[in-house]
């Protein structure tokens, strides 16, 4: 089945306590991105990743890092994670097509 | 990326079709509309989207005015289960090899399924 997986799911973490959320996918696909989703603020682009190695900023890049070794994995790391962090995480691939497939997301919980 | 501009929420009852509108005046030559929605804090999921024709695939059927300036999502037979926030996005697709592509998401409309 043709799915983007993450992992946690759920995550409560302590501020600056470094974390990573993965994001691994078996479509393929080329392009990689990383949402948050906030109350109010709808869907915003953190990082995208257009291919292997190759990464660069989206929106709300501040206080996250990733990477793209391989194809179907790109990470999102959070080196000291701050309250103002604590959100809803998606992870997104697409090939060629429209459609953008989403993870079912990691609901994240800074204190 | 044109606006768009969508009702906050409908309402539906089961079995019925569900027709959620969006208005996007501002959209142009070179850019489609897409429908995506998200049931309660899950992933976002793809429906549909179009250029100028009227589209239709297993989920949904998408009508596009012949001035492109808005556009309706069709659930035939409503269930339950498309309980959801429906959102409505007007952008350029994706091009092969290019540039970064991001989705810009709205409020959308939530759409309530009622048995």
């Known amino acids: 089945e043709a799915q983007v997986t993450q992992n946690p799911r759920y995550l409560i973490t302590v501020t600056g306590k470094k974390l990573t959320v993965t994001c691994s996918q078996n479509m393929n696909h080329e392009y990689m991105s990383w949402y948050r989703q906030d109350p109010g603020l709808g869907l915003r682009q953190i990082y995208y990743s257009m291919n292997v190695e190759v990464t660069d900023k989206g929106d709300v890049p501040e206080g996250y890092k990733v990477s793209r070794k391989e194809k179907r994995n790109f990470p999102l790391i959070l080196e000291s994670p701050s309250p103002n962090q604590t959100s809803l995480y998606f992870c997104?691939?697409?090939?060629?097509?429209?459609?953008?497939?989403f993870g079912p997301g990691t609901r994240l919980t800074v204190l | 990326d044109a606006k768009t501009t969508q009702p906050t929420s409908m309402d539906c009852a089961e079995g019925r079709a569900a027709n959620l509108p969006c208005n996007h005046s501002t959209i142009s030559g070179n850019e489609y509309v897409y429908w995506y929605r998200q049931i309660h804090s899950q992933g976002p999921q793809y429906i549909i989207h179009g250029l100028k024709n009227n589209e239709t695939n297993e989920m949904a059927s998408l009508i596009i005015t012949e001035d492109r300036k808005s556009s309706t999502l069709i659930l035939p037979h409503a269930t339950l289960r498309d309980t959801a926030v429906y959102y409505c996005?007007?952008?350029?697709?994706?091009?092969?090899?290019?540039?970064?592509?991001?989705?810009?998401f709205g409020k959308g409309t939530l759409l309530t399924v009622n048995p």
């Open positions: 997104a691939s697409r090939e060629e097509g429209n459609e953008q497939f």
């Open positions: 996005i007007v952008t350029r697709p994706p091009i092969s090899g290019g540039s970064n592509y991001k989705l810009t």
